[in-house]
């Protein structure tokens, strides 16, 4: 091999190594530049979990006068997006503000729980009895049914679009029964109380007569509470008829015949028309996600510890 071709060879040799060393380097930058912005994503999840980046657009001027919306939004349960103590905190939040002219409290849920139910509307009560001259008018877009119907009473009025559900004056209480299925697969159930009613309403084992007729005489107390609750908030609009409480929903051109409802209307149409205050500030208390993990997460757990235990619900 003469001279020249051998530094040739090596010269070739020389630049793969160079050129190889080269595509690794870019390799190397192409995968750094990849775990980086995968680590930018990863705190940036992180922060969105815990701050809530949805804030108030709008700013109000000193005193504007505007309407304060409220918004109760799915089932009505603690540690859900409609709880009692958001609901009220929003309520309380809108009432102290000396800017609002009235308050609306938009409403969308087909029920739930009824004692949250129930603390919203002793809320509402109240505060409407220590702010008189600020009115709050419930507006349903989809459904205001059972325990949503149940805190809407406590207003002022009702405004509904001609199309929405309301009413479902009732109360249940559901569960189920395995027994067949366990004689089936041969199961045995052996539960152990200490107080002869401590197993109320097991599910694994057969319904016990007088156990159905305490349950029965339960719902019928809250029931009552819940009629009662509607003929003190609706007073003579109410037009009862014989099926008013029996648990049926109307759309909301009959619940305004029947005195459920007031008049049709919107948020936007209450602010501006009846309030007067076309300005809308939303109070709703807004959780991040972090917030809302934990308080699913805690109801989760307590609904976990009380076992085996139908709850009563306005649905």
Request: hydrophobic letters at 45%; charged letters at 25%.
């Amino acid at each position: 091999m003469s001279d020249s071709d051998e530094s040739n060879w090596e010269r070739k040799i020389l630049e793969k190594v160079a050129l190889a060393a080269i595509a690794e380097q870019r390799r190397g930058r192409r995968w750094g530049i990849f775990f980086k912005l995968l680590g930018f994503a990863y705190v940036a999840l992180i922060l969105s979990a815990f701050v809530d980046w949805g804030g108030e657009a709008k700013k109000f001027g000193d005193g504007q006068k505007y309407t304060a919306l409220v918004r109760m939004n799915g089932v009505i349960q603690a540690g859900g997006d409609a709880n009692g103590e958001n609901i009220i905190e929003a309520l309380d939040a809108a009432f102290d503000d000396k800017n609002v002219a009235g308050i609306i409290l938009m409403i969308d849920s087909p029920g739930g729980s009824p004692v949250q139910a129930g603390m919203i509307n002793d809320e509402i009560v109240r505060l409407r009895a220590k702010n008189k001259a600020i009115p709050l008018y419930v507006v349903v877009e989809d459904v205001c049914a059972s325990g949503g119907y149940y805190v809407a009473v406590a207003a002022d009025k009702i405004y509904v679009n001609k199309g929405s559900i309301v009413g479902s004056i009732g109360v249940l209480m559901d569960g189920f029964g395995f027994t067949g299925t366990m004689e089936k697969l041969g199961v045995e159930r052996r539960l152990l109380t200490a107080g002869e009613n401590k197993g109320f309403l097991d599910p694994f084992s057969p319904m016990i007569p007088s156990h159905k007729e305490h349950a029965q005489q339960m719902l019928g107390e809250i029931h009552q509470q819940f009629i009662d609750v509607v003929r003190k908030g609706r007073g003579s609009r109410l037009k009862e008829t014989p099926d008013m409480f029996s648990g049926l929903m109307w759309t909301g051109a009959k619940s305004i015949e029947l005195g459920l409802s007031d008049g049709y209307g919107s948020v936007d149409s209450v602010a501006r028309d009846v309030i007067k205050a076309e300005d809308i500030r939303d109070f709703t208390v807004k959780l991040n996600i972090a917030e809302k993990f934990a308080k699913r997460f805690g109801t989760s757990m307590a609904n976990g510890l009380v076992n085996s235990f139908a709850r009563f619900s306005f649905h």
